[in-house]
């Protein structure tokens, strides 16, 4: 029977995705991929099943137990691996949102990532930058965000400046000083002054937050 790699590189091929496409849906970079369709690194279990999930295989099959591509193929005495995201909703990610100098995100489908939330009122965005570092919010972080327009002192804030899609922190100094600012002693951005004049508008908050996977 065929390996491991061989049945995972297949299966990317088979679908006509790169490497880079499939880690950017899985939290996974394409050097990791590399790697493990070349047989030079073995990925956990968890992550082993996060690949059959994605291309709808079967565990067993994926690691080259059995030729039956989904358990539903097989017979009964052949054990049904449970999805380690079973109960779970797919998130979209909706692009790049970068947390130092407003830019425009890219507006593309990035992907989707598994969460607790449901895809009705959230959806998921990728940082790009490092102005929250300070907070643990790091370049390629995840952000899940909750659609909202409205915000308590220090949660993180998504939102539409001057036309451009920002990622801050809302802090609340008084009932007529309103800063969205960054985090991060090795660099210094000026905060934004939100009020009634400022062409802003809130889009959501930060709700999960999830460092890619190396």
């Not at 992550?47 to 193929?73: E, K, P």
Request: glycine share 8%.
């Amino acid at each position: 029977m065929e390996k491991f790699n061989t049945i995972l590189k297949r299966l990317r091929i088979e679908r006509g995705l790169s490497r880079t496409e499939v880690g950017n849906v899985l939290g996974v970079t394409d050097q990791a991929i590399w790697s493990y369709e070349n047989g030079t690194r073995e990925p956990s279990r968890e992550r082993i099943q996060r690949f059959a999930d994605f291309y709808n295989v079967s565990m067993d099959y994926l690691t080259g137990r059995t030729l039956s591509r989904n358990s539903a193929d097989v017979g009964d005495e052949e054990k049904v691996v449970p999805s380690a995201n079973e109960g779970m909703y797919q998130i979209p990610i909706l692009g790049t949102v970068h947390a130092g100098a407003p830019v425009f995100a890219d507006q593309n489908y990035d992907g989707y990532i598994y969460s607790n939330y449901h895809p009705s009122e959230h959806f998921a965005i990728r940082v790009k930058g490092d102005c929250l570092k300070d907070l643990g919010i790091n370049d390629s972080t995840i952000i899940t965000v909750r659609k909202q327009e409205y915000a308590q002192n220090g949660d993180i804030v998504i939102c539409l400046y001057e036309g451009e899609i920002i990622i801050r922190q809302y802090l609340h100094h008084s009932s007529h000083l309103h800063f969205l600012v960054t985090k991060n002693h090795n660099k210094i951005y000026d905060p934004i002054i939100w009020n009634a004049t400022a062409d802003l508008r809130m889009i959501g908050k930060g709700v999960e937050f999830k460092t890619r996977l190396y």
